[in-house]
């Protein structure tokens, strides 16, 4: 299992220290997310402070947009080069032309899928797309309860990548553990995203490892 950190629950009054120390700690991706206050009830970073944070980083950045307007959101973050951008499916009219919008700045796009989205709504574009992003919770707040139909509908996901002979990397973002990540693996998701597990633990190092099944 690979281990994104969410920086939502750092403390940000030491940001780029807490960057530094998560990455020191192992994780293998610096999730960053970034609400608008529109499309999800809470507004969090903008550019000048995700480049600063990207200074600290050693690790990849996972930019995890919740906006209204994501080919807006998508320029102003090109420029600082995540490894993965992802946008959320609910909020995006024409998914195909935003993929190759961020493939054109040599990111890797990603689709985000909130807890109530069926996987049919990516059945036809998920052969354009390097990672699925399953929310176990509903958008816009750290620290919530993991929703568990996810598991289901990461198996059914893991099944469809599969059989399409695909690639494509499967993440869940939300109320992820060491208690619910070996569910997790078994049904067959490859990154998993910890934000309060990881920060609000006394050793950075020890939940990321508990979180490596
Ligand atoms: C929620 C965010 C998550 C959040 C996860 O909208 O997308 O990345 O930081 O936090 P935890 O791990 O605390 O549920
Ligand atoms: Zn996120």
Redesign the pocket.
Known sequence: MLVAA?I??ANFGKLDEEVRAICDAGCDFV?V?V?DGHF?PNLTIGPVVVNSAAKSAVKPLDI?L?VENNTFFTELFASIKPKYLSFHIEEEKHPHRLIQKIKSYGIHPAIVLNPHTSLQEIEYILEDIDMVLL?S????????SFIRSTLKKAKTLRKMIDSAGLKTLIEV????NDKNVHELKNAGVDIV??????FGSSSYKDAIDSLRV
């Open positions: 969410s939502l629950s999730h997310d609400m999800v995890h919740m929310m919770v509903n958008p816009g707040f750290g620290g919530q973002d939300g109320g992820v995203v910890a934000g309060n597990y990881i």
